[in-house]
């Protein structure tokens, strides 16, 4: 059973959001970092742009194949993981904390409404 | 997975995370595809290749058959000796990648890809007409184990109860018993490294496969490499995958095999005209291998460019954890300058290295 952090909200294309604390952080899931595989490489856009909710802000890419990243919410970038681009295999040790990839500043809290709640996102990795 | 065809080594490799390949359901990683690749470069891993199609000729004119529909020279290939040969189409084209095995005087082991074993079958028996033998297809009679890495033979020797003699020459085989059956180990393999192909009797699979996995040198490792280190081993090795490096469109001679496709010949084979006047007028394309200076992998299709110019593409993309260096092939034209090409990834273009493989060993 992959592990769904209760305390985020979910994208269907596998990305999380850690919506109500500060700062706002984006990551993807354990289910994702699992069908990936050894990750060896992350594309990351440069702190200060701006993206639409579900727009591509990056590559993650493993030994299997390059997988594009999508926006959850719309928003600035303020920083992405420094570790990241040394070490990109820690996405796959730890999804939820030292792997995570951007910092945003959320444009509108409505934004968040459609997103899923860790009971749907299981759900919707099952099927 | 529906409709999809199993090994009967699957419930043996429970940890494998599987994927359709070639319409057998097969285990693409177990701890990861860089660690399992690391494993058998330095001390030993375990393969279930025995989705591989094999094909038994026997018959007084059995070597003369293999002779004339392969390049490579299968005639007087000694008993108990294996050759690694393209197939080709009479365009020089190439149907499959395969290796014979001479099992006696008048009978040989063909073992081909599994994508290729309904289309390679039709060819063969095509061209059987006019010769006194008989072909069959007895995949389904042989699970294939390949045992490979530098511990292997001391792997083999250690397993529990398993005692038979080893061949020691590369490309040598030797019979063996598995059970109360008879079976085949060669000193053959897909990684660049040491080690072993095991042809073990279909019945006799499981046990075997069970003692093998018992006698691991590492037993907190899972002994078995999927299909994802596979690919990323020969890759490494250089050698080339059928599907990528070798095509319908692309000759041996283009695929960097020419080893495989003797001048000298004595006989005529299918292909042969075609081949030669490649060689005569100059090889149109080359097939190289590469090393990137940075983390990104090219992928398949990704455009090849030398002053602007696009040249070729990429044929394989992966990522070598000895070099821990993104590392491939690709296809260009000749002529071009190798030392200044270039690949385009996402739109971003970086330098390529060509480098004489295996690659884990270049500087």
Known sequence: ?127 | MENLKQTPLLPLQSGGRTVPFAGWEMPVSFDGILEEHRRVRQSAGLFDVSHMGEFSVRGPEAEKYLNHLLPNQVGGLPVGNALYSPMCLPSGGTIDDLIVYRTGELEFLVVVNAGNRAKDFAWMSEQTAGYDLALQDVSDNWALLALQGPAAPHWLQNTTGWQGKVPQARFSLTPARFGNEQGWISRTGYTGEDGFELFVPIAQAVEFASRLLEARPDPNSPGWIGLGARDSLRLEAGYPLYGHELSEDISPLEAGLGWTVPRNKNTDYIGRQALEAQRQAGIPRKVKYFVLSDRRIARPGCGIFADGRSVGQVLSGSMSPILEKPIGSLIVDSGVDFSSLEVDIRGTKLPISIQKPPLHKSS
């Open chain 1, 1 to 127: 059973m992959s592990d769904i952090p209760a305390n985020l909200l979910y994208a269907s294309s596998h990305e999380w959001i850690s919506a109500s604390s500060t700062p706002v952080r984006i990551g993807i899931s354990q289910h994702a970092q699992e069908a990936l595989g050894d990750i060896t490489f992350v594309e990351l856009p440069a702190p200060g742009t701006r993206f639409g909710k579900g727009e591509t802000f990056g590559v993650v890419e493993s030994v299997k194949a390059a997988s594009d990243l999508y926006m959850p919410a719309s928003g600035t970038v303020i920083a992405t993981n420094p570790a990241i681009e040394g070490d990109p295999g820690l996405i796959n040790r730890d999804p939820y904390g030292e792997g995570w990839l951007l910092e945003i500043e959320v444009e509108t809290d409505s934004d968040l409404g459609d997103l899923l709640s860790p009971e749907a996102y299981r759900t919707t990795i099952a099927e």
